[in-house]
């Protein structure tokens, strides 16, 4: 009963329209779903069993509908990670498993940084005022990306085709391990990866399509993993807010990555770096002086 | 070309040998208890019965990939196409 009255189903609904948008948007989900509750007075424990469990829900939700929104492109691209093991090589027209073991090799680092850091960098950074300043240091690191980046020809119409010639298996590496950031509430996962391909040349349309294709098995994984919390004895008294702020998000994710999958055809990362900056700033400030 | 060849296959060698130590290190992780790990292991606590199932995935996935790395590493060298 005491669980029920933490996440009631509207704030269940807020912070799950939240999270689908803050995920993908590269503006920090952990961030926000630090930032948003202390704001606004409401008293859930960052680091409580009730909360992360209802997290689990919300980023299973958003990483079912990254799969199903580029359905099509997994099971070419599964396809091409097959015929890649069978011939044992990599053919130079074969696209689909070029950018299937980029996503491999980019999966890795961060998958591995994620396992061993997770728990004690959201232990570490719990803190609405941390979460603050490192908001406004993701602005600067979208700003810095902008600033920075590689502008390389884009010789081919296909956006697969791009991605795979552009991107080497290290900078693979260094777009996966980039991902990692987003570990620390306030950093955004997403726009650590597009600004990691912004770096390495990719245009923002493909830097966004190579963020989204990363984080589908991270944050799949990642929620899979502590699945079984759900389930359990933790999922007691918040499941059916747990599944409320699924849909709320699975919702605002997918109006979120059709969105910014159009955005990025023609627009840059500016808007949300000065967003982060003043977001965070301010919200640096309220939390100094409350 | 034979010394690069010769590299290959130690690194192939390596590799396989890295991949298998590692998901062998990966199911010690997932049967036993931290206070059952060997000392020299991360994770490894006097008196707890805490089971490390991430580190264990961690070394798993490291594992899986270098025995693919080796797989592909140890794939026969194409002879290019006869000229016309």
């Known amino acids: 009963m005491i669980l029920a009255s933490l996440i009631s189903y509207p704030r269940a609904i807020i912070l799950g329209l939240v999270q689908g948008v803050t995920e993908l948007f590269p503006i920090s989900s952990l961030g926000h779903s630090v930032i948003i509750p202390s704001l606004l007075g409401w008293n859930i424990h960052q680091n409580a069993d009730y909360f992360l469990t209802f997290l689990v829900a919300t980023h299973l939700a958003t990483a079912i509908v990254l799969l199903g929104f580029f359905w099509r492109d997994w099971v070419r691209i599964v396809k091409g990670l097959g015929r890649s093991l069978r011939d044992r090589g990599i053919a130079p027209d074969d696209t689909d498993a070029k950018l299937g073991w980029l996503l491999v090799v980019g999966t890795i680092p961060a998958g591995i940084l994620g396992l061993l850091l997770q728990d004690k960098l959201r232990t570490l950074f719990d803190s609405p005022r941390a979460a603050s300043i490192f908001l406004a240091l993701n602005g600067v690191m979208l700003f810095a990306a902008e600033r920075m980046r590689r502008r390389a020809p884009q010789t081919d119409s296909d956006d697969d085709t791009r991605i795979s010639r552009q991107v080497g298996w290290s900078q693979a590496v260094g777009v996966g391990a980039a991902q990692s950031l987003g570990l620390i509430p306030g950093f955004s996962r997403s726009g650590a990866a597009m600004s990691g391909g912004l770096f390495f040349g990719l245009s923002h349309k493909d830097a966004a399509r190579f963020a989204f294709l990363l984080a589908t098995p991270i944050i799949g994984a990642a929620a899979l993993l502590k699945l079984p919390q759900l389930a359990g004895t933790q999922g007691n008294g918040v499941r059916g807010q747990a599944l409320a702020g699924a849909l709320a998000a699975a919702f605002s994710a997918y109006l979120s990555v059709r969105f910014l999958m159009r955005y990025f055809e023609t627009k840059t990362l500016i808007p949300f770096a000065i967003y982060c900056l003043a977001a965070g700033i301010a919200a640096s400030i309220y939390f100094a002086v409350s | ?84």
């Open chain 2, 1 to 84: 070309m034979l010394p690069l060849m010769r590299n290959d296959r130690w690194l192939v060698i390596a590799a396989v040998i890295l991949g298998v130590v590692l998901i062998v290190i990966s199911i010690v992780y997932f049967a036993e208890p931290a206070k059952s790990l060997p000392s020299f292991f991360p994770g490894h606590q006097a008196g707890s019965s805490h089971h490390h199932t991430k580190h264990g995935i961690a070394a798993l996935l490291l594992g899986i990939a270098c025995l693919v790395f080796a797989w592909f590493r140890s794939a026969p060298k194409k002879s290019p196409p006869a000229p016309a």
